[in-house]
């Protein structure tokens, strides 16, 4: 044996900090299994992150009293290999559980250059889309956003040109992650979700600010389970149908208002109130997933729906400029078709203002049940008064 048979048992009794390069050197002095050597070297490089890790401090003591414990007190190279393999588990803080495994970091694969075109595509194509969800949040954002989604589409035309070469595209890739764009767009995405939390869990602006990207994630995640089991108790659901296809501004329930029939009477807290409630289930429901819609039936009346979405409204000049309109639209089914309740299908205005009412008070109440969605009291009267 190279190593001195002590130095685990001296290491595990002084309770003294582990240097893992030193502590594998050991290892491999002592222990010919190629299988010892691998399976302590990832718990040992565990060990590194638990220790730079805020809050870790617990984990990082317990898993290296028992990586010592183990090589301190067992011999024999089987068992000392089934007891590595058992060690994927380490006590945390607060009695909690924290799993190894989570932090190994894998080797990356070599992308072959078709399966490298073909990723870069699809990030590209979910970003663009953020960036478009993201000009509705952030308006003075807007150009800023408009010209990073515009260098995202040249990349993307590039990427689908045989003649561009991948060293070419990786430049550019790079070069535009490193761009003061770029990082502005990645700062507005966290700064939605710190938003989000602000609005739907309750926090404080100093207590979501204290909070990890990691944090952030598992607290919405939990937040929006929560958010789902209040919905159903209201008998309204989430539908999971494709609405890409729906998203043009409603005639009448959008928030330039331009139906001044139905909306005679309504002020500012009204229409404030009605574009909070769009925008505030659109963020709460559509936009973690990547949508700028969000749809929802009614489970004890099957055949109404109701569709909360940001569309394109074009206005003329010189130069195009493109405006971003939230709305709802209510839709019915019939004989397995969704058909929007839409001012050209009804030539009687009132009865076609009624007909928009019916559908669409069950989900304002229903949003209004729920705590996250309180709703704005003169919006409430503008159509309970009117239905």
């Given at each position: 044996?190279?190593?001195?048979?002590?130095?685990?048992?001296?290491?595990?009794?002084?309770?003294?900090?582990?240097?893992a390069g030193?502590?594998?050197?050991?290892?491999?002095?002592?222990?010919?299994?190629?299988?010892?050597h691998e399976e302590a070297r990832w718990r040992l490089q565990v060990l590194k992150e638990l220790?730079?890790?805020e809050g870790m401090e617990a984990a990082s003591h317990g898993l290296r009293k028992q990586l010592s414990k183990i090589?301190?007190?067992?011999?024999?190279?089987?068992?000392i290999l089934a007891k590595l393999k058992d060690l994927t588990e380490v006590e945390g803080a607060e009695g909690a559980t924290v799993d190894l495994r989570r932090f190994v970091k894998r080797d990356k694969r070599t992308l072959t250059e078709d399966e490298y075109r073909k990723n870069l595509a699809k990030k590209i194509n979910n970003t663009s889309t953020q960036i478009k969800n993201l000009t509705v949040f952030f308006p003075d954002a807007h150009g800023e956003l408009t010209k990073l989604g515009d260098t995202m589409e040249k990349m993307g035309e590039n990427l689908h040109d045989p003649t561009t070469s991948i060293q070419e595209i990786r430049a550019r890739e790079e070069d535009l992650r490193e761009s003061s764009a770029f990082q502005r767009y990645e700062k507005l995405k966290q700064e939605f979700l710190r938003q989000w939390l602000g609005r739907f869990a309750n926090l404080s602006e100093d207590e979501v600010n204290m909070?990890?990207?990691e944090e952030i994630q598992k607290l919405i995640v939990e937040?929006?389970?929560?958010?789902?089991?209040?919905?159903?108790?209201?008998?309204?659901?989430?539908?999971?149908?494709?609405?890409?296809?729906?998203?043009?501004?409603?005639?009448?329930?959008?928030t330039t208002f331009a139906d001044a029939?139905?909306?005679?009477?309504a002020n500012i807290g009204v229409k404030n109130g009605f574009k909070d409630w769009i925008m505030g289930a659109i963020?709460?429901?559509?936009?973690?997933?990547?949508?700028?819609?969000?749809?929802?039936?009614?489970?004890?009346?099957?055949?109404?729906?109701?569709?909360?979405?940001?569309?394109?409204?074009?206005?003329?000049?010189?130069?195009?400029?493109?405006?971003?309109?939230?709305?709802?639209?209510?839709?019915?089914?019939?004989?397995?078709?969704l058909l929007e309740i839409r001012k050209r299908d009804i030539s009687d205005p009132d009865e076609y203002h009624a007909e928009l009412r019916h559908y669409l008070m069950p989900f304002l109440f229903a949003f209004d049940s729920m705590r996250d969605f309180k709703l704005n009291g003169e919006l409430l009267s503008f159509f309970t008064s009117n239905y």
């Open positions: 044996m190279a190593a001195d048979t002590n130095f685990f048992r001296q290491l595990h009794e002084s309770d003294s900090d582990l240097e030193e502590f594998l050197i050991e290892i491999k002095n002592r222990f010919a299994s190629g299988q010892v220790t730079s890790a090589f301190a007190t067992v011999t024999d190279e089987s068992e909070l990890d990207a937040h929006q389970r929560h958010q789902m089991t209040h919905l159903l108790k209201t008998e309204i659901k989430q539908s999971t149908t494709d609405m890409l296809d729906h998203l043009e501004p409603h005639d009448t329930l959008e029939v139905f909306w005679k009477g963020q709460a429901y559509g936009m973690l997933k990547g949508q700028r819609y969000a749809f929802f039936e009614n489970e004890k009346e099957a055949d109404h729906f109701l569709l909360f979405g940001i569309g394109v409204g074009e206005i003329g000049g010189e130069k195009e400029l493109v405006e971003m309109v939230p709305f709802a639209k209510p839709f019915t089914r019939k004989a397995g078709y």
